[in-house]
């Protein structure tokens, strides 16, 4: 059975971080292509950072992306948090067949 699972979301001040991080299982993970999606209220879900199956990593600004495949792990650090951070933050598996997807961890950036 097939499982992607986040955790690590929260309640955080703005210029805080966070580090997310998404477990799976049911499938080879070292195989897959792993991305961190979010989606904030009426908005379309947009990508946050990408990491190829041999660890090269695309980071879009305050956010870095690492994985673990000993833990089948992936990870996305978060810095310098905003309030326009405040969303639904999804983990993404992405193979040469299929797709899996998390159900998502809140994180909210308030003070």
């Known amino acids: 059975q097939v499982q992607v699972v986040e955790s690590g979301g929260g309640l955080v001040q703005p210029g805080g971080s966070l580090r997310l991080s998404c477990v799976a299982s049911g499938f080879i993970f070292s195989k897959y292509a792993m991305n961190w999606y979010r989606q904030a209220p009426g908005k379309e879900r947009e990508l946050v950072a990408s990491i190829t199956t041999t660890g090269g990593s695309t980071n879009y600004g305050r956010f870095t992306i690492s994985r673990d495949n000993a833990k089948n792990t992936v990870y996305l650090q978060m810095n310098n948090l905003k309030p326009e951070d405040t969303a639904v933050y999804y983990c993404?598996?992405?193979?040469?067949?299929?797709?899996?997807w998390g159900q998502g961890t809140q994180v909210t950036v308030s003070s």
């Open positions: 993404n598996a992405r193979g040469s067949e299929y797709i899996y």
